[in-house]
């Protein structure tokens, strides 16, 4: 029998039928759609901020409640004084180096190009080429040198994929930023009342580092951990909700003791793994892939790689961010961010006494966590029945089933009356009564019985019960289970424990 047959479409065409299904089911629509939508701007709908709320509430108790480590939770305001990013170094090295196409007028950021360049050489079999390619480029980026950047797009004849021609313009920094102004002044600056939508939610960790510390009378090593909004200008923003121009990430800085950070870093890689791993998120589908170019204020990075439907793609982020931050802050803010730490370092007898911290950062892009999550869970299965000896005809059927893990499911139980008549409904309604307070549950009595089955599958709903005239008599259900679709009586007492068992 073809039964339960996994059918999973090219990659492409997934990522699209992903999308599409996103929009069907009231996952995620453009932002502003009436107005034919806003670029790399997305909207949650009715079923994706269930999702969302849930891949957070997820992070946020792994990483504070349950945590090993001492880790205390902020929410720090999108605005901050305009020094903060002159202090960050975002002002002046968060750009990304981009190229016009004169003829598309289509813009690029200059890795980007070089990189799709690369992969189409790969995919003729040039490995070796694009792998040298790939490795000048990395050498170029590193001393920002665009002359030679543009001399390799040049030399290349890399094309724009719209023109199809090589009619580039010079290379230039962009700055990703977005600013905004306020009503009255804020520095003694010119442009004084320019402000900017953070683009990391960090800074808010480290401005407020000493007053988390004192106020919680923290000992290092400790984290503070903050779920927000950040805003980037992405040059290129056309992977869905990969690369956004507002996004959350979730992030935590752990501040340690200098030269103690090694230690840490590699401890936070193996916990963020871990993470991903107790979500039934398959090892097979993660990477590692260490930095090469360390960004301005580490001394070692990586990234967590997901195979994402669109391939291999950073998720997020481990850095050990040495004392940059807060050392910076110190500069600019001329108040101190010193730690005194009364521990006796047993070299000397005495207590480590004055010290900046030095900090490891975990972050993750609750976006991109989303877009991982439903890839995984994502699955077309044909339930074709063959024909049968006794001459019945093949039997064509098919089911798209979002396998999620029952604890970020947007409704954990359906309860579905048979029939709308006979008292079922009141049954179904005491059932959810009881349930409700405990996971959300959700209603619905139209359709057939198999309808319904396929549209909670559709949403990824773990169970649904099916309340039928034998409810009346014994006081049990039939519950389903999404991912093998068995069923079984069970008594309506017994519903709360089983859902619950999978939360
Ligand atoms: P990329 O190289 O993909 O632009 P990044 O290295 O700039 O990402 P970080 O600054 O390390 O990203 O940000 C931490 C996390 O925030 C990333 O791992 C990612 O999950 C998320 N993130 C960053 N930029 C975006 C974006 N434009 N849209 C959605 N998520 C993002």
Not at 115 to 139: D, P, R, V
Request: hydrophobic letters at 35%; glycine letters at 6%.
């Amino acid at each position: 029998m073809a039964k339960n047959k996994q059918k999973q479409p090219p990659t492409d065409n997934k990522f699209q039928a992903i999308i599409s299904h996103c929009k069907e089911y009231g996952f995620i629509f453009p932002s502003s759609e009436i107005y034919d939508g806003l670029q790399a701007v997305y909207d949650y709908g009715q079923m994706g901020s269930e999702l969302k709320k849930n891949i957070k509430d997820y992070w946020w108790k792994s990483m504070t409640q349950l945590a090993d480590e001492n880790i205390v939770g902020i929410d720090a305001a999108i605005f901050m004084h305009p020094t903060t990013w002159k202090a960050s170094g975002h002002v002046d090295n968060f750009n990304d180096p981009m190229i016009d196409n004169k003829d598309s007028k289509k813009r690029y950021r200059v890795d980007h190009l070089i990189e799709e360049y690369a992969a189409a050489l790969s995919a003729e079999g040039k490995e070796n080429e694009a792998a040298a390619l790939l490795a000048s480029m990395e050498t170029l980026l590193a001393k920002d040198d665009f002359t030679g950047l543009k001399k390799m797009i040049d030399d290349n004849k890399m094309q724009c994929a719209v023109s199809h021609t090589c009619n580039w313009t010079e290379i230039r920094q962009f700055n990703l930023m977005f600013s905004t102004e306020f009503g009255t002044a804020v520095s003694s600056e010119e442009g004084n009342n320019i402000v900017y939508l953070r683009p990391e939610t960090a800074q808010g960790i480290f401005v407020n580092f000493l007053n988390v510390q004192k106020t919680g009378r923290l000992k290092i090593p400790f984290g503070i951990a903050q779920i927000g909004k950040a805003f980037r200008n992405e040059i290129v923003a056309r992977q869905f909700v990969f690369r956004m121009r507002e996004f959350e990430q979730m992030e935590m800085q752990f501040f340690v003791r200098p030269g103690t950070q090694k230690e840490w870093y590699e401890k936070w890689k193996a916990k963020r793994m871990q993470w991903h791993e107790s979500l039934g998120m398959p090892a097979a589908k993660y990477r590692f892939h260490d930095h090469v170019k360390l960004a301005h204020y580490a001394d070692a990075a990586c990234d967590i790689e997901y195979e994402f439907p669109i391939g291999f793609k950073e998720l997020e982020g481990i850095h050990s961010r040495t004392d940059f931050d807060l050392q910076q802050h110190q500069q600019y803010s001329k108040k101190k961010m010193q730690y005194f730490d009364n521990d006796l370092n047993p070299e000397t007898g005495k207590p480590y006494g004055n010290y900046i911290p030095y900090v490891i950062e975990t972050s993750i892009g609750l976006d991109r966590m989303f877009l991982a999550v439903i890839s995984q869970a994502y699955e077309e299965q044909d339930l074709s029945l063959p024909a049968g000896e006794a001459g019945t005809e093949e039997k064509k059927d098919s089911r798209v089933v979002l396998k999620l893990p029952p604890v970020l499911a947007p409704i954990k139980l359906a309860v579905l009356p048979l029939t709308k008549k006979d008292g079922l409904p009141a049954i179904a309604e005491e059932i959810i009564q009881a349930c409700k307070p405990h996971f959300r549950c959700f209603y619905e009595e139209k359709d057939s019985i198999g309808k319904r089955y396929r549209r909670m599958d559709a949403l990824g709903t773990p169970y649904c019960v099916t309340v039928d005239h034998q409810t009346k008599e014994d006081q049990t259900v039939t519950i389903r289970h999404r991912d093998s679709m068995e069923q079984e009586r069970v008594p309506i007492d017994s519903l709360r424990e089983i859902v619950m068992a999978g939360l």
